[in-house]
Nanobody
Framework: QVQLVESGGGLVQAGGSLRLSCAAS????????MGWFRQPPGKGQEFVAT????????LYADSVKDRFTISRDNAVNTVYLQMNSLKPEDTADYYC?????????????????WGQGTQVTVSS
């Protein structure tokens, strides 16, 4: 059974950094694009970033561009989200997901496996 497990969330002050990790099992990790999404309190789900199956292509939401970096290590079946210069508006539950496709995709509909989420809180 395919499983994604996120870690690395927590409480951080504005301007700080966090690195989220998502470990995958039960699927050929390197065959599929991966993505990060988030859901702020009381709001809907938002696309954050995606990375192609080999890591050669990435795509970011405008709100996180130049502050967040998505990467992956196919040798250890893990995708990362390095978050720098964090803002209070980055506060959300963050979810990683595995796509049905090889290339970058930003639509949640194109992802078929989701992690349980990790909470990120940025204080002002």
């Amino acid at each position: 059974q395919v499983q994604l497990v996120e870690s690395g969330g927590g409480l951080v002050q504005a301007g700080g950094s966090l690195r989220l990790s998502c470990a995958a099992s039960g699927r050929t990790f390197s065959s599929y694009a991966m993505g990060w999404f988030r859901q702020p309190p009381g709001k809907g789900q938002e696309f954050v970033a995606t990375i192609s199956r080999r890591g050669g292509s990435t795509l970011y939401a405008d709100s996180v561009k130049d502050r967040f970096t998505i990467s992956r290590d196919n040798a250890v079946n893990t995708v990362y989200l390095q978050m720098n210069s964090l803002k209070p508006e980055d506060t959300a539950d963050y979810y990683c997901a595995s796509s049905r496709f090889e290339g970058t995709v930003y639509s949640a509909d194109e992802y078929d496996v989701w992690g349980q989420g990790t909470q990120v809180t940025v204080s002002s």
